[in-house]
T-cell receptor, first 117, second 116 residues
Framework: AQTVTQSQPEMSVQEAETVTLSCTYD???????LFWYKQPPSRQMILVIR??????QNATENRFSVNFQKAAKSFSLKISDSQLGDAAMYFC??????????????FGKGTKLSVIP | GAGVSQTPSNKVTEKGKYVELRCDPI?????LYWYRQSLGQGPEFLIY????????DSGLPNDRFFAVRPEGSVSTLKIQRTERGDSAVYLC??????????????FGPGTRLTVL
């Protein structure tokens, strides 16, 4: 079974600065998807960024980018030019490419990000 | 178009009571998922529907939990004889057929269940 670990329960960043959230995972599969989700107080999980394991290039979505290190099984999220609206819980998640795990998202425990004005 | 909706937003019940939680997926999404998010944790998979049938219910914690999706659209999660440990946010998500590429799961706002 796959596991996802987020070792930072809480992080804070000054507005306009950059912050990196860490995530490690354990799997025996060679192909899979990794995701970062944002959960504001409204509770609705919002997809921030996704990475396909077979792609060497790190995914980027505007101010959000990832550092995917497949051999180290590490998947960190970098938020540049942090904004007050970025304050939320952030969850790292794993999903298999095929088989039973291809529809189950496995989540970490989350990191609570605070943005200081 | 409309996103995934869940009702009620909050539900308070007493230990031993029966509750139903409803999920309306995005129109056209054939796959529907239920997750449970306990306090301080990430969501945990409960059950997955493809169409009307439960393709995988391996995440349901025990036989007090049951879910249906009779017409392949709306789903209801049913919890019998509720216990205080059932208190959590129950999230519903939907997607197109998950076996096709990286179909994104779209989440609803969840139902916060509190068992007193």
């Amino acid at each position: 079974a796959q596991t996802v670990t987020q070792s930072q329960p809480e992080m804070s960043v000054q507005e306009a600065e950059t912050v990196t959230l860490s995530c490690t995972y354990d799997t025996s599969e060679s192909d899979y998807y990794l995701f970062w989700y944002k959960q504001p107080p409204s509770r609705q999980m919002i997809l921030v960024i996704r990475q396909e394991a077979y792609k060497q290039q790190n995914a980027t979505e505007n101010r959000f980018s990832v550092n995917f290190q497949k051999a180290a099984k590490s998947f960190s999220l970098k938020i540049s030019d942090s904004q007050l609206g970025d304050a939320a819980m952030y969850f790292c998640a794993y999903r298999s490419i095929s088989g039973a795990g291809s529809y189950q998202l496995t989540f970490g425990k989350g990191t609570k990000l605070s943005v200081i004005p | 178009g409309a996103g995934v909706s869940q009702t009620p937003s909050n539900k308070v019940t007493e230990k031993g009571k029966y509750v139903e939680l409803r999920c309306d997926p995005i129109s056209g999404h054939t796959a529907l998922y239920w997750y449970r998010q306990s306090l301080g944790q990430g969501p945990e998979f409960l059950i997955y529907f493809q169409g009307t049938g439960a393709a995988d219910d391996s995440g349901l914690p025990n036989d007090r939990f049951f879910a249906v999706r009779p017409e392949g659209s709306v789903s209801t999660l049913k919890i019998q004889r509720t216990e205080r440990g059932d208190s959590a946010v129950y999230l519903c998500a939907s997607s197109y057929f998950p076996g096709l590429g990286d179909n994104e799961q779209f989440f609803g706002p969840g139902t916060r269940l509190t068992v007193l």
